[in-house]
């Protein structure tokens, strides 16, 4: 049972189909984990049915019909075949992004406690990436220039704000502070939306500033 | 065990609308594409659907005409490959329906976008099947009072509304749009959930 939820407003554009590609995947990520979240997207998409039953019915003609009619022996593509359920421990989601687990991402180490892998997700505006922090480590104090979306997948850390654990969902918002620290009893792991780079205070890490950027690819 | 059926009895048998037509005329339909290939049923629905999703498809009028025509192929195409996997005790066959439709529509705003991704709408979307049978009831219930609810909504929360659900725009997006904070879009987007009885549920 998680603790820590995306807002109405985000669900809200989940369901809609309006939220960006990679926050999608992370909203979706929790969702799957959390009844209550399911409980609502279910009714909002319920509401999404109602609106889209009531539209004025723009015509269709037969040509349209017997356009598809003639394609229905088509081979179906076998993408559709796939199942939603989890088999193993990284989410369907993740094994379409990434070769093999988590042990075969490459990584790029920030610091002695914490890595950084980016995935294609192909999302123009946002960055997609798998942080993975040491048990007991602290990530440097940061803000956020734009907001962050956090999905913990593994472990969990602790801020001034409160502790999180596995599948809580997190968002920071511009100008938002904190220094977050991973659980000592695990290695934490989450996957990180940004559609800023990170701003550190520490002053140790403040040389970095100028070289963040965005990895959208 | 399920002990509330006597309780709902009423609730899950199909109910008659004023035109006469069964509610659940359409998951029959989807459960007879699904089992046994039945292409008078797809017709059915076809001309039943397709209509809606030409709509769907020109909301908000970034879809040119042939995209919207493409579109609705594309969709029930996939209703009818699909269909073997809908439960009717599950699965409402508008939201089921609603959402391929939700899906392809986003799915091709990004390829028209030219973007390059390995996941499809489908991918992030997630099921929104119940697993148990109260879930369902509840579910259902949900739905018959969000149908009735929904045109006593005031006309800046329906207009609201339609904009993100069925012109698929963001809340800042309808902020620019309609040239309002984006805190009022929230907040009429807000109100209508909670006239129609939409909900957390702890």
């Known amino acids: ?217 | 065990m399920l002990t509330v059926t006597d309780k709902f009895d009423d609730e899950t048998d199909s109910q008659v609308e004023p035109s006469g037509k069964r509610t659940d005329e359409w998951s029959e339909c989807l459960t007879l594409i699904g089992k046994h290939e039945d292409r008078a049923a797809f017709t059915r629905l076809f001309r039943h659907f397709a209509p809606l999703m030409k709509a769907f498809a020109l909301s908000g009028s970034t879809l040119s005409a042939n995209n919207a025509d493409e579109l609705v192929q594309e969709v029930m195409l996939k209703v009818w490959q699909k269909a073997g996997a809908f439960n009717a005790e599950k699965a409402a066959a508008s939201t089921w329906i609603y959402t391929i439709a939700r899906n392809s529509r986003t799915d091709l705003f990004r390829r028209l976008q030219k973007f390059d991704t390995p996941l499809s709408a489908d991918d992030v979307s997630g099921s929104q099947e119940s697993e148990e049978a109260f879930m369902v009831l509840h579910q259902k219930r949900g739905r018959d009072r969000i149908r009735a609810l929904i045109n006593e909504l005031p006309n800046d929360q329906a207009q609201i509304l339609a904009k993100v659900y069925m012109e698929g725009k963001s809340h800042s997006e309808v902020a620019g749009e309609l040239d309002i904070p984006l805190g009022t879009v929230k907040s009429r987007v807000r109100l209508a959930l909670q006239k129609l009885q939409i909900r957390f549920e702890d």
Request: charged share 20%; hydrophobic share 40%.
């Open chain 1, 1 to 217: 049972m998680t603790n820590f939820h995306p807002d109405l407003d985000l669900i809200t554009e989940y369901t809609a189909g309006s939220l960006p590609l990679t926050q999608s995947a992370c909203v979706s990520l929790h969702i799957s984990h959390c009844r209550r979240c399911q409980g609502i997207a279910g009714q909002l998409s319920d509401l999404g049915a109602s609106l889209f039953e009531a539209l004025e019915p723009a015509p269709v003609g037969d040509a349209q019909l017997n356009a598809v009619l003639a394609r229905l022996d088509e081979e179906v593509p076998l993408s559709y075949a796939r199942t939603s359920k989890d088999t193993s421990n990284t989410p369907a989601i993740l094994q379409r992004l990434m070769r093999g687990d988590f042990s075969d991402l490459s990584w790029k180490n920030i610091g002695s406690t914490l890595r950084i892998s980016y995935l294609q997700a192909g999302d123009p505006q946002h960055e997609l990436a798998i942080y993975h922090f040491n048990a007991g480590g602290r990530i440097p104090e940061h803000t956020h220039r734009g907001s962050e979306m956090t999905l913990i997948l593994q472990g969990g850390f602790s801020d001034a704000h409160g502790s999180y654990h596995k599948g809580d969902f997190l968002v920071r918002r511009q100008g938002d502070v904190h220094a977050p620290t991973a659980l000592q009893s695990e290695d934490c792991i989450c996957l990180v939306v940004l559609d800023a780079p990170l701003k550190f205070i520490d002053w140790k890490f403040r040389w970095m500033n100028p070289f963040l950027k965005l990895r959208t690819v």
